[in-house]
């Protein structure tokens, strides 16, 4: 039972510290995002390019999101990580008897 605490710790753990990184990518996103855009406005106000940036690293936020809050939990769920947990300690097991 206490492997299977420490099992919940862990993933629990790791799923925090991945919505962590979310935020943190989330929060430079939009920091510098604006500044990126008083900059381009301030400089070139007839040549508008901060949107590109904008765009695309917005969807590498979007895949983050996806990564930290959809696929990573279907993907590596508790029954997946709890059989392959299994299947881990079985082969050590095997390999020291």
Do not use: C
Request: no cysteine; net charge positive; charged share 25%.
């Amino acid at each position: 039972m206490d492997n299977q605490n420490n099992q919940s710790y862990k993933l629990a753990k790791k799923k925090a510290a991945a919505e962590r990184g979310f935020y943190s990518h989330l929060i430079s996103y939009v920091t510098i995002n604006i500044v990126i855009i008083i900059i381009n406005l301030l400089t070139s106000p007839d040549n508008l390019w901060f949107y590109w940036v904008t765009i695309f690293w917005g969807i590498g936020i979007f895949f983050h999101a996806l990564d930290t809050f959809t696929i990573r939990n279907k993907t590596i769920g508790k029954e997946w990580e709890k059989k392959k947990s299994q299947q881990i300690e079985d082969e050590e097991q095997r390999k020291a008897g």
